[in-house]
Nanobody, 121 residues
Framework: QVQLVESGGGLVQAGGSLRLSCAASVRAYRNLAMGWFRRRPGTEREFVAAISYRDDSTHYADSVKGRFTISRDNAKTTVYLQMNSLQPEDTALYYC??????????????WGQGTQVTVSS
């Protein structure tokens, strides 16, 4: 029902920035929520940020507040994750995810393939 493709990952030095993109193929955007998750080396997958297509509300993990910003384009076909002040601990495989319903930290049904972000010191 929903196809997600991430892009924008890469290698960056500590303190640098990257912007991830997630292109969504979906028929109806009403009631859709999009989120970003990441899996750091040796850790479980964790919630990063999410945005609602219904009211544009957002939610962030404490670890990225003030550094990362989630947004969507005017056509609501792509969501972005602007990552600033990147640190080595941000190194992870970042996944785009989607669900129908409220902006929450879990319960996402659709997933992209992931894009690698590597931050060097």
């Amino acid at each position: 029902q929903v196809q997600l493709v991430e892009s924008g990952g890469g290698l960056v030095q500590a303190g640098g920035s990257l912007r991830l993109s997630c292109a969504a193929s979906v028929r109806a955007y009403r009631n859709l929520a999009m989120g970003w998750f990441r899996r750091r080396p040796g850790t479980e997958r964790e919630f990063v940020a999410a945005i609602s297509y219904r009211d544009d509300s957002t939610h962030y993990a404490d670890s990225v507040k003030g550094r990362f910003t989630i947004s969507r384009d005017n056509a609501k076909t792509t969501v972005y994750l602007q990552m600033n002040s990147l640190q080595p601990e941000d190194t992870a495989l970042y996944y785009c995810a989607a669900r129908f319903g409220a902006v929450v930290t879990t319960g996402y049904d659709y997933w992209g393939q992931g894009t690698q972000v590597t931050v060097s010191s």
